[in-house]
């Protein structure tokens, strides 16, 4: 699209920033509009004491509407506003402590959203969070070693003791050895490290474990070696071709197999020029 002899315009780029201005208002938008639902469900609830019950079956209809509007409204604006909060706070922070609000954001929201949807049904929430609490305690026995990479992250992205384009080495026994590397990312669960033969993943928790120290000068990894060129196999010779196995030497100019030579004499099966060498035939002579 051409607009009197300028630059051409990148639609789809224009269109694609104006939703990134446009997103925060529509998640405060939807946050306002989870709040008039909880409220409008509260006030439907409170001319009939539980549902299913035979009065006020029209009010039960807009409670009920209107808690599962919240649920959709609360959760919408959840999403939008910490995925707001990421992208202000990632030229700040980082991309590391911008994903850990986001996800802190996110969780808060979605607990928050699920009590009050509970408390606006009716549904009784302590009986929940009791059989809530046994359940965190049984998933968290089992899932103890992943529950530990994740404090080991947020302890790493707080205390700070590298930072991603670092270059450290890690020694500790659970790590066999050293491990020499320059930090590319650290997330929640694995600190990605460059080393010399690639990108290796090491759990949160056994680098929290190891002792950390930046790499002297002069030890840093070489390089991974450039791939070997790919080199084609040659073609197989075609059999009674002029290279192939069955292709015999080619004959001399001067020497005849049965043929006479160039002064008339004869020639046996192999004969030289004066055809002196060869075998004499009866009757192939050239005096004959």
């Known amino acids: 699209m051409q607009v009197h002899g ?5 639609l789809s780029a224009q269109v694609a920033m104006v939703k990134r201005k446009t997103r925060p208002w529509k ?18 609830h409170s001319d009939f004491r539980h549902f299913f019950a035979s009065e006020g079956v029209v009010h039960q209809i807009i409670a009920a509407g209107a808690a599962a509007a919240f649920c959709v409204f609360a959760s919408a604006a959840t999403i939008g506003l910490s995925g707001k909060a990421r992208d202000v706070l990632e030229p700040v922070m980082g991309v590391s402590h911008a994903a850990i609000v986001r996800y802190t ?25 009791l ?21 080991a992250g947020l302890v790493l992205l707080v205390a700070r003791p590298f930072q991603v384009g670092d270059s450290i080495r890690l020694r500790a026994g659970a790590l066999s050895g050293e491990i020499d590397g320059t930090v590319s990312e650290i997330g929640i669960t694995y600190v990605r490290m460059s080393c010399s033969n690639g990108i ?45 196995p069955g292709a015999g030497p080619a004959p001399d100019a001067g ?34």
């Open 6 to 10: 300028g630059p051409q315009i990148d």
């Open 131 to 151: 059989g809530g609490a046994l359940t965190s305690v049984f998933v968290g026995i089992a899932a103890q070693q992943s529950l530990s990479n994740v404090f």
């Open 105 to 129: 954001l996110v969780l808060v929201g979605a607990i928050t959203t699920l009590l009050v949807t509970l408390a606006l049904f009716s549904i009784p929430v302590e009986q929940l969070l």
């Open 200 to 244: 290796i993943s090491i759990p949160n928790s056994q680098v929290l474990n190891a002792v950390v120290g930046p790499l002297p000068a002069g030890d840093y990894p070489a390089p991974p070696p450039p791939a070997a060129p790919q080199v084609w196999p040659a073609p197989a010779p075609v059999p009674g071709s002029a290279d192939g």
């Open 255 to 288: 020497v005849g197999v049965g043929q006479g030579s160039a002064d008339g004499a004869s020639a046996g099966p192999v004969g030289t020029a004066d055809g002196s060498g060869g075998t004499h035939r009866p009757g192939t002579s050239g005096e004959q």
């Open 27 to 44: 998640s405060i938008i939807a946050l306002v509009l989870a709040i008039a639902s909880a409220a409008t469900s509260g006030w439907a």
